[in-house]
């Protein structure tokens, strides 16, 4: 079958693409295209060269590894080719791969074979040769056969021992193996970078990767880079059976090895079941990790399997769903919030990030729009922030071509036209009016919230009726609704609207906890909510208090203080409270706390699936006098475990925090 011209011209495009790209990311450390963008590209080529054979050429990107070595560093040959792994993306693809080797080995599905996984650390590859037990030369990955030497700058880096453990050293040994900085120590150099006024480094694998290339060892020496090793490349005078083993003797020779968070599984299905587990479990790790490295576990086999074009048989990489993204920004809006705070929202073209298709990111405030310089038409690089909310990381400023517009911030509300200021020493524009209705529609979802009156047959939809239709125009008046107002509403049946009364109902008894929250008071969380109520027990009391009880309260403090006796001294809050007692709603008395010492003072956190409740586990540390916390640190006291804990629990090994599990956490409470 001859390819039509339009195949041929594609061809020629991708590869331009990838070679380029290739570049930017080996040589310069200054990636042009995401790893999503990357994969698109190279599984079209593949596919089209498979589909056209007589198109191959030697330089083709998927005949070779990295880039051509450029730069200063002198290059030196790879003992053996330093190939890379076959990406695969979900279980389909996973099991097709499986299905290949058993075609290649011609065996059936009652063959069971023994896998080695061990989570894809993205780092810097690097091979480190070491002759009769001491180590004489580092290379990078480079084009896969030739690397650039970068001995000096590895010799620095203290994961890397310069003498290997072994009892008896061989005459050659060579371990491969991931150059990285962990994200704790990469945040931290990042926030020194905010405090000097100096600019942020980009992620944690450009900056591994610029470090180790440094002219300067002394350069590297200061940047707090390790390593962990992955396999042998060539040795001398050892003998193995399997991978497993090889990563045994990294291990006894000296080098950082992941047995922690590698396993291995009998059989496809637990395969399956360890990706499924560390996607959960690689948020709680101090590295940057995009998936699961597959690997036959039986070194025969692996011989067996060989290589096909540049990747061996035996071995894959199963990638997660991309955690970065690059989208256009189609348009920049504001949203206000419950305390009139203007919010730049980037809309951008929907993107998949981390398993969701996202469409929208905030940009913080203007100085931190103006700081990334994001304007209207830009293309952007998106990532999930902790896995969860979407965030605008850089502009890629390579991609513009002119018809940019920078986005001008309005002078006055966007919803009521109330024109806004910005307060001394705050970086955000606010919106004063007290009654504007996104104001009013950001309080009313906050006030309903799970965490605040747990109003839950009261959603979004519901509330800006509320507001349209003038039916609320508070949160007190939530509490009058009437059965003939919610069936005036659009799409509100007699049962629907049976349902939202009875959850009001059900919401007239908060905690006074969740009612001090739920108000939306500047500066006030749960946490905050829940110290004022311990001090005071009933809204009475709170409403006679000084600003000097308030603010003398251990955390809160002057600022969230003078917040709430401000919001409690207005007049028309004053009778936004007479209303809903009025229509209602009691309070529950705060109980007085009974001191424990086993609790007092002590800071507890809890990781892993527990069978508790998080929220009520730590209400329950805190009615004793505790603290519960979201990290591990020196100070903490107790760490409760529950299933796939995670790195927390190691953090407690390592500080020596005392671990209880839940059912020693459980007894601890009841007893007296």
Aim: net charge negative; glycine share 8%; charged share 30%.
């Amino acid at each position: 079958m001859i390819p039509e011209k339009a195949i041929i011209h594609e061809v020629a495009e991708l590869r331009e693409k990838l070679r380029q790209a290739n570049h930017q990311y080996y040589i310069l450390d200054n990636p042009a295209l995401t790893d999503a963008e990357y994969d698109v590209a190279m599984r079209r080529l593949v596919q089209i060269e498979a589909d056209y054979p007589e198109l191959i050429t030697p330089d083709s990107p998927t005949q070779r590894v990295g880039a051509p070595l450029e730069g200063d560093f002198p290059e030196a040959p790879h003992l053996l080719p330093m190939l890379s792994l076959q990406d695969v993306r979900g279980d389909e693809e996973l099991l097709d791969w499986e299905k290949r080797i058993r075609r290649h080995l011609h065996v059936g599905d009652e063959v069971v074979f023994q896998y080695v996984c061990e989570p894809k650390i993205d780092g810097l590859a690097m091979s480190l040769i070491y002759e009769n037990g001491r180590f004489t030369r580092g290379l990078t990955r480079g084009d896969g056969r030739r690397g650039e030497d970068i001995t000096h700058n590895l010799r620095t880096i203290k994961a890397i021992p310069w003498q290997l453990r072994l009892k008896d050293a061989p005459p050659l040994f060579e371990a491969r193996g991931e150059v990285f900085i962990a994200r704790s120590d990469f945040e931290k150099l990042n926030a020194q970078q905010a405090a000097e006024g100096k600019p942020l480094y980009a992620n944690p694998r450009n900056f591994g990767a610029g470090s180790v290339r440094q002219k300067d060892p002394k350069t590297t020496a200061a940047r707090p880079l390790t390593f962990f090793s992955y396999s042998l490349g060539a040795y001398e005078g050892l003998k193995f059976t399997t991978h497993w083993q090889t990563l045994e003797t990294l291990h006894e020779a000296g080098f950082r090895v992941n047995f922690q968070k590698s396993r291995i599984c009998e059989g496809i299905e637990e395969v399956q079941k360890f990706i499924a587990e560390w996607n959960i479990e690689r948020q709680n790790v101090d590295y940057a990790t995009d998936g699961v490295v597959v690997k036959i576990n039986d070194l025969h086999l692996q011989n067996e399997l060989g290589f096909v074009g540049r990747n061996p048989r035996w071995a894959c990489a199963f990638k997660f769903a991309p955690e970065e993204a690059v989208t256009r920004v189609l348009n920049i809006s504001v949203n206000v919030g419950r305390t009139g705070s203007l919010t730049p929202l980037a809309e951008f073209e929907p993107v998949e990030v981390a398993g969701t298709t996202v469409s929208a990111a905030t940009l913080h405030n203007e100085d931190e729009l103006r700081r990334k310089d994001v304007r209207i038409g830009d293309y952007v690089v998106i990532r999930k922030a902790g896995e969860i909310i979407p965030e605008v990381v850089r502009v890629v400023v390579e991609k513009r071509d002119g018809s940019e517009r920078e986005f001008v911030f309005p002078t006055e509300c966007p919803r009521c036209a109330t024109p806004v200021s910005r307060g001394e020493g705050e970086s955000v524009l606010r919106c004063p009016n007290n009654q504007c209705p996104a104001r009013l529609e950001r309080l009313l979802e906050h006030f309903v919230a799970r965490g605040a009156m747990n109003i839950d047959r009261v959603g979004e939809k519901l509330i800006k009726q509320f507001v349209a239709t003038g039916l609320v125009k508070d949160p007190a008046d939530v509490f009058t609704i009437t059965k003939e107002q919610l069936l005036g509403l659009e799409r509100m049946a007699e049962k629907s609207a049976k349902n939202v009364l009875d959850s009001i109902e059900n919401a007239k008894m908060p905690t006074l906890a969740r009612l001090i929250y739920a108000l939306g008071i500047r500066h006030v969380g749960e946490r905050t909510g829940e110290l004022i109520a311990e001090k005071f027990g009933s809204l009475q009391a709170l409403r006679e208090a000084t600003l000097e009880a308030i603010a003398s309260i251990h955390d809160v403090g002057p600022i969230a203080g003078q917040s709430v006796r401000g919001w409690l001294d207005d007049a028309e809050n004053q009778k936004i409270l007479d209303k809903m007692l009025a229509a209602g709603v009691v309070p529950q008395q705060s109980e007085a706390r009974v001191a424990d010492e086993r609790f007092e003072g002590k800071s507890f956190v809890f990781t892993g699936a527990l069978d508790i409740d998080r929220r009520e586990a730590e209400r329950l540390v805190k009615s004793k006098g505790a603290r519960a916390a979201g990290s591990v640190s020196k100070k903490t006291n107790f760490v409760v475990v529950g299933e796939n804990a995670g790195s927390k629990a190691d953090r407690a090994r390592e500080l020596g925090v005392t671990i209880l599990t839940e059912a020693e956490f459980l007894e601890m409470i009841k007893a007296d």
